[in-house]
């Protein structure tokens, strides 16, 4: 096929629930790729010589490599390719923000143009793979004499053990909580991200010779000076961002009606009936604040509502996550943030508003909010949900001394994710403050070299495969 008819073949769109369904369950919206609308849309690719998608991705998958191969009808062998680099490609191709990542680098999607649809393609390979019942892991290795500790079971976590257990290296993974997968579990809706995905992925870190304990908190239950005193020869530590960043208003702690973007949804995903009340405030642009929103929807609250103090154009949400939370009815109030919350009798009834417009550009490129003054108005409402960041918890360095960045991220070498601690390495949302699965899945391949150069006894800057270049991202 010639670039120009490549170039006017369009982009196939997925088959999804009507909002109007979705709303009423936590099944998944997005239907896969058939597989003659996935052959079409891998026809999209050029090619590109110098491809920019792969330096998109933040794992740096071979995507031109498998797209050929999966048009060429090799599913099993475009599969593989995948696999050469990612840990897993079935959740990062449900959950990455694509279009910031290999699909905002794709030449096609350049201008007006719309960019192939790399997310869709690997997630075709992968139910490929699946029902046509084909081992989705390669063969472990036999396991060697020195053992891992990893703290926390996300996607940084689990990625460490995935490399490490394919090297012959046994790991444990301790997770505080009752199930693992991290944010992907307790953050991230299974109308997003089906569990039986996720479920799939520790099967076969199981399967792989991986130990598994939950309900274990270091830094309460065990110390990470436990840890190495029962024989752990290195330790990964992912514990990631889970302590919401709070606004900072008078009695934001102690009002029935608020409720943390992070702390809702983990109460929800543990099986919790929560009932925010009909009427729900939610603070905050991010992918957190749109879970919230749509959660609370199937939760029953009829009138849900987003406050963001920047405009559209700022909004760090993914795109395709916005437009399925206004397909989904909830309005996004622009240019404006809470500044006080009035109660009676210790419940919330009303939040005071302020209006903003956008002044100079700040530190991270985004124009700053600015007050307009006298701007103040009210919305009554049930529930106010602030979801604006979230910060490291710290409880699993009780009784060590490691280095931390100014706001409470670990400080790592930048290429090793080795910390102060000779034997600890950091990576993920605790070394990159809160950010995206895949960015975990790469660190935590840096730090799964690292820790085997470590154990080896070698120089870790030296003959390395992979290097943390998070300066890219
Ligand atoms: C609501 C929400 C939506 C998101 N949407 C997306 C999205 O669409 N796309 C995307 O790419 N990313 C998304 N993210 C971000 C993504 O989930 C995270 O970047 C990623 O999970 C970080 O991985 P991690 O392994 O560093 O940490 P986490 O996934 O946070 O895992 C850390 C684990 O450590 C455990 N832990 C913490 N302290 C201890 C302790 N002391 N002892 C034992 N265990 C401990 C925690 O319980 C947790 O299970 C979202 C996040 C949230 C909250
Ligand atoms: S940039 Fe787009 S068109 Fe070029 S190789 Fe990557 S996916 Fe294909």
New binding site residues.
Partial sequence: MKAKERMAIARQMPVEMTPQERVKNFDEIVEGYSESTAILEAERCLQCKKPTCIKGCPIHNNIPGFIALLREKKFEDAYWELRKTTSMPAI?SR???HEFQCEGSCIRGKGKGQSVAIGMLERFLVDWMVSNKKALHTECALPGDKKVAI?????????VAYWLSHKGIPCTI????P???????????AF??PRDIINAEFDALKSCGVTLEHG??????KTIEDLKAEGYDAIFN?????ASRKLGLDDEENTEGVLH??DY?RRINLGEDLDLGKKVVVVGG???A???ARTALRYGSKDVFILYRRSREEMPA?PG?IHHLQEEGVNIEFLAAPVKIHSENGKLTKVECIRMELGEPDDSGRRRPVIQENSNFMIEADSIVP?IS?NV?H??DEGIDVDLMSWGTYNTDAQTLQTSIEYMFA??????G????????F??KVAAESIELYLQGKNLKEDREFVCDQIDW
């Fill in positions: 990062c959950v990455c923000p703290i926390g079971s996300g996607p940084a976590g689990m990625t301790f997770e505080s909580l199930v693992y997968g991290g944010m992907l579990t307790v953050g991230i809706p997003r991200l274990v908190v270091i830094g309460k239950d992912g514990v990631g961002a889970h973007g992070v949804l991010g992918n957190v749109i879970d919230v993914s996550e979801a979230q918890d409880t699993a990576g993920g949302d605790n070394v990159l809160p950010q995206t699965a895949a960015k975990a899945v660190q935590g």
